[in-house]
């Protein structure tokens, strides 16, 4: 991303700047490789997935 800022505000350079800072610090983070998950605590761990036994038949309500 290569803006030309010549005449913008300090505001729109400061911007842009920030924009590029992120956009950079990303890419490094990715080429770094994968970050190791943590292992979930009980209380983020996802709920059990619903077997077909426990989900209630669909009814067709179209008469």
């Not at 700047?17 to 950079?24: A, G, P, S």
């Not at 990303?26 to 979930?40: D, F, M, N, V």
């Amino acid at each position: 991303m290569n803006k030309d800022l010549t005449g913008a505000d300090d505001d729109v350079k400061k911007y842009y700047t920030l924009q590029r800072k992120r956009i950079l610090a990303w890419l490094e983070q990715e080429l770094a490789g994968p970050t190791p998950t943590p292992t979930p605590t009980p209380a983020q761990a996802p709920a059990p997935a619903l077997s077909s036994a426990s989900v209630p038949a669909t009814i067709d309500l179209a008469e």
